[in-house]
């Protein structure tokens, strides 16, 4: 038995000489990432090796090195016979590359659906087909063969009670469904506008057969702001309510009042801000306007000593031809009799 | 899977599917890349480019177009293309007196330029010097990256990065043994030079399971330096490696392992209510019909003084 046993080690061992080694030996461990077949080999090169002639060989054995202690590591893996062949399972890759597109953001609901949702009403499932009473026939919920139907059924509309008989009430129905179909598009295109988080300009009252109460308010208050006093002398009815949300346009309308802070700390901070808004203003020079404030207070320097001179002279005629009206001293002492002296108060 | 957020409608179910197809996905395929030439190639790059267009084959679009394009100073034709033929990465080609035998590798995240590098390609024989059996296409590849230089500059930080990116495929759960038939290694040696190298690997017997590798050069064998590069600002790369939340793996709670490897897991149970446990029913526990009742009477009783409480409350 023995014998047998060394025998067979021995044979083995031979075999394994035969062969070349699958051991390589490494100054640092090499990092793998089994996930995407990568090693990285942080050793220096050997820089004997790194000239033109010997480079190549150089590079190839560093290579075959390399991949035997990848494909060592891949070998160790657990392994499942996949129809003949011998698959690998690989651990989830570790190398973060970067998407080719961002994260898909969850889509935000349409302002129906947010109803839907908070309401709880559940979406119900129409038949494709009903059966008509009147055609006695099965007709589809839509497409041509409805639309079909719908012309065969609705040969002839009645006039409502107190409409204009001389209407037409066919072409009513067709403005009223294209109509529709514009609303609906206005307001997928508002659903998209809600989701992209972009302002759209408002509309105002698109058709005041079907607005609601509070598009007609909005309307009211704005139309009422549209005039050159910014509505000041409008009237109001009795029972009136301003639209909200329209300030930015109606800059006349009074505005809510903001509540006084509740906590003294809040209204301590406001009361700093507004000092230090104050007090970090710098005074506003409006460089034109002191230019001519100097070369007016220069010409009146020298216009009042011109005077004096004059007022000696005894004519004062030749001031008024100047051009320049009087602009009544504009805080200029006079001399006149106390022009001298202690200021009197 | 997520309803379409376009202003204009597209008109065809087909259009649709095209247009569901370039949007963001949760989880994405290999990057595609496109091919391209500037206003001049010389014939190195050109065969450069067919090459590795050969080894990125069945994710690669090729130009065929000459293309007045200054990458570093105006990158948004190349960022149209990319929109165009929906693919993240691009190669373009081009030489000229003041950058000769030039090739610029770049990735682009949401269709704007990410990161680009360029290179001078110094050396050069390809795929059809080499005469020895070739690989088949799509396999996935051994990346070696030989060297200390590779983390020690942010540029070549990227590079291999891109690198990685260009060459790695899919990335897969399970791959066939005896598919691991080509290896690429990419060495950055002291002098700048960045040096690829394609070999096919051939699996030998070794005594032992694991087989023995030697590796046989099939081509292409390229040689690069850098030249001018443009690297992510770490907010842009941050943004571009986030993962999805749906991929993230959520840490498991109650299980844990011990140093044999031995799963450990803790179970909450409910309050063990004893009285109201079913034992074996027998004859002998059974209620009698008085028992029933009197226990019937004690529940109406309890319940009526229930009420008057309540209604004495009130």
């Given at each position: 038995?023995?014998?047998?046993?060394?025998?067979?080690?021995?044979?083995?061992?031979?075999?394994?000489?035969?062969?070349?080694?699958?051991?390589?030996?490494?100054?640092?461990?090499?990092?793998?990432?089994?996930?995407?077949?990568?090693?990285?080999?942080?050793?220096?090169?050997?820089?004997?090796?790194?000239?033109p002639?010997?480079?190549?060989?150089?590079?190839?054995?560093?290579?075959?090195?390399?991949?035997?202690?990848?494909?060592?590591?891949?070998?160790?893996?657990?392994?499942?016979?996949?129809?003949?062949?011998?698959?690998?399972?690989?651990?989830?890759?570790?190398?973060?590359?970067?998407?080719?597109?961002?994260?898909?953001?969850?889509?935000?609901?349409?302002?129906?659906?947010?109803?839907?949702?908070?309401?709880?009403?559940?979406?119900?499932?129409?038949?494709?087909?009903?059966?008509?009473?009147?055609?006695?026939?099965?007709i589809?919920?839509?497409?041509?063969?409805?639309?079909?139907?719908?012309?065969?059924?609705?040969?002839?509309?009645?006039?409502?009670?107190?409409?204009?008989?001389?209407?037409?009430?066919?072409?009513?129905?067709?403005?009223?469904?294209?109509?529709?179909?514009?609303?609906?598009?206005?307001?997928?295109?508002?659903?998209?506008?809600?989701?992209?988080?972009?302002?759209?300009?408002?509309?105002?009252?698109?058709?005041?057969?079907?607005?609601?109460?509070?598009?007609?308010?909005?309307?009211?208050?704005?139309?009422?702001?549209?005039?050159?006093?910014?509505?000041?002398?409008?009237?109001?009815?009795?029972?009136?309510?301003?639209?909200?949300?329209?300030?930015?346009?109606?800059?006349?309308?009074?505005?809510?009042?903001?509540?006084?802070?509740?906590?003294?700390?809040?209204?301590?901070?406001?009361?700093?801000?507004?000092?230090?808004?104050?007090?970090?203003?710098?005074?506003?020079?409006?460089?034109?306007?002191?230019?001519?404030?100097?070369?007016?207070?220069?010409?009146?320097?020298?216009?009042?000593?011109?005077?004096?001179?004059?007022?000696?002279?005894?004519?004062?005629?030749?001031?008024n031809?100047?051009?320049?009206?009087?602009?009544?001293?504009?805080?200029?002492?006079?001399?006149g009799?106390?022009?001298?002296?202690?200021?009197?108060? | 899977?997520?309803?379409?957020?376009?202003?204009?409608?597209p008109?065809?179910?087909?259009?649709?599917?095209?247009?569901?197809?370039?949007?963001?996905?949760?989880?994405?395929?290999?990057?595609?890349?496109?091919?391209?030439?500037?206003?001049?190639?010389?014939?190195?790059?050109r065969?450069?480019?067919?090459?590795?267009?050969?080894i990125?084959?069945?994710?690669?679009?090729?130009?065929?177009?000459?293309?007045?394009?200054?990458?570093?100073?105006?990158?948004?034709?190349?960022?149209?293309?990319?929109?165009?033929?929906?693919?993240?990465?691009?190669?373009?080609?081009?030489?000229?007196?003041?950058?000769?035998?030039?090739?610029?590798?770049?990735?682009?995240?949401?269709?704007?330029?990410?990161?680009?590098?360029?290179?001078?390609?110094?050396?050069?024989?390809?795929?059809?010097?080499?005469?020895?059996?070739?690989?088949?296409?799509?396999t996935?590849?051994c990346?070696?990256?030989?060297?200390?230089?590779?983390?020690?500059s942010?540029?070549?930080?990227?590079?291999?990065?891109?690198?990685?990116?260009?060459?790695?495929?899919?990335e897969?759960?399970?791959?066939?043994?005896q598919?691991?038939?080509?290896s690429?290694?990419?060495?950055?040696?002291?002098?700048?030079?960045?040096?690829?190298?394609?070999?096919?690997?051939?699996?030998?017997?070794?005594?032992?399971?694991?087989?023995?590798v030697?590796?046989?050069?099939?081509?292409?064998?390229?040689?690069?330096?850098?030249?001018?590069?443009?690297?992510?600002?770490?907010?842009?790369?941050?943004?571009?490696?986030?993962?999805?939340?749906?991929?993230?793996?959520?840490?498991?709670?109650?299980?844990?392992?011990?140093?044999?490897?031995?799963?450990?897991?803790?179970?909450?149970?409910?309050?063990q209510?004893?009285?109201?446990?079913?034992?074996?029913?027998?004859?002998?526990?059974?209620?009698?019909?008085?028992?029933?009742?009197?226990?019937?009477?004690?529940?109406?009783?309890?319940?009526?003084d229930?009420?008057?409480?309540?209604?004495?409350?009130?």
């Open positions: 038995m023995d014998v047998v046993v060394s025998e067979i080690l021995q044979k083995s061992e031979s075999e394994a000489l035969k062969y070349k080694s699958i051991e390589v030996k490494k100054h640092l461990e090499l990092e793998y990432d089994l996930g995407t077949l990568l090693a990285v080999d942080n050793n220096d090169f050997e820089s004997k090796f790194l000239r002639d010997k480079r190549e060989d150089y590079f190839l054995n560093l290579a075959r090195d390399n991949t035997q202690l990848l494909i060592n590591q891949l070998w160790e893996l657990p392994t499942e016979r996949v129809e003949e062949a011998v698959m690998v399972k690989l651990p989830p890759a570790k190398t973060l590359l970067p998407r080719m597109k961002p994260v898909p953001k969850p889509k935000s609901l349409t302002k129906w659906q947010q109803f839907a949702k908070d309401k709880g009403i559940q979406k119900k499932k129409k038949a494709k087909l009903s059966w008509d009473q009147q055609l006695q026939k099965w589809p919920l839509y497409g041509f063969k409805r639309a079909q139907a719908e012309k065969e059924k609705n040969w002839v509309l009645e006039v409502p009670q107190n409409a204009d008989p001389n209407e037409d009430q066919f072409a009513k129905k067709v403005t009223a469904r294209s109509e529709n179909v514009a609303k609906n598009e206005l307001q997928r295109l508002r659903n998209i506008a809600k989701s992209k988080n972009v302002k759209v300009p408002r509309v105002g009252v698109t058709n005041p057969d079907n607005a609601s109460s509070k598009e007609l308010q909005t309307a009211v208050t704005v139309a009422k702001a549209s005039t050159a006093s910014l509505g000041k002398f409008q009237d109001k009815l009795p029972k009136e309510k301003e639209a909200r949300g329209v300030a930015d346009i109606t800059p006349g309308a009074s505005r809510k009042r903001k509540l006084p802070p509740v906590a003294g700390h809040i209204e301590k901070k406001e009361n700093l801000e507004i000092l230090d808004s104050i007090l970090n203003k710098r005074p506003k020079m409006n460089i034109e306007q002191a230019v001519a404030k100097q070369i007016q207070s220069t010409k009146m320097d020298l216009s009042d000593n011109n005077h004096h001179e004059r007022s000696k002279g005894g004519g004062s005629k030749s001031k031809k100047m051009g320049k009206k009087p602009k009544g001293g504009k805080g200029q002492r006079s001399g009799k106390n022009s001298a002296g202690r200021k009197r108060r | 899977m997520s309803v379409l957020q376009r202003v204009v409608k008109t065809t179910h087909k259009g649709k599917k095209v247009l569901l197809k370039k949007e963001p996905q949760i989880i994405e395929g290999t990057k595609r890349a496109i091919f391209f030439k500037g206003r001049k190639t010389s014939e190195k790059v065969n450069l480019l067919k090459d590795l267009y050969l990125k084959k069945p994710d690669a679009q090729m130009l065929n177009k000459k293309n007045d394009i200054t990458i570093f100073e105006n990158p948004q034709p190349v960022e149209a293309f990319c929109k165009k033929h929906d693919s993240a990465m691009f190669l373009m080609g081009s030489h000229s007196k003041k950058r000769p035998d030039n090739l610029v590798v770049g990735r682009t995240f949401n269709y704007s330029i990410l990161d680009m590098i360029e290179l001078y390609v110094e050396n050069y024989d390809g795929l059809q010097e080499f005469a020895n059996d070739k690989i088949t296409v799509g996935k590849p990346l070696i990256f030989n060297g200390t230089l590779w983390e020690q942010d540029e070549l930080k990227q590079l291999k990065s891109i690198f990685i990116d260009f060459f790695h495929r899919e897969v759960e399970a791959v066939r043994l598919g691991l038939e080509h690429i290694s990419f060495n950055a040696t002291p002098d700048g030079k960045i040096c690829l190298r394609s070999y096919k690997v051939l699996l030998k017997k070794s005594g032992v399971r694991t087989p023995r030697e590796l046989e050069e099939i081509g292409p064998r390229i040689d690069f330096t850098l030249r001018r590069t443009k690297l992510p600002s770490p907010d842009l790369m941050k943004d571009a490696c986030k993962k999805p939340k749906e991929l993230k793996v959520g840490k498991k709670k109650n299980i844990s392992t011990d140093a044999l490897g031995t799963t450990h897991g803790r179970i909450h149970i409910g309050k209510e004893i009285n109201k446990i079913q034992t074996r029913k027998l004859k002998g526990l059974k209620k009698t019909m008085q028992e029933k009742k009197a226990a019937k009477r004690k529940a109406l009783v309890e319940s009526n229930g009420v008057e409480k309540r209604q004495r409350a009130d």
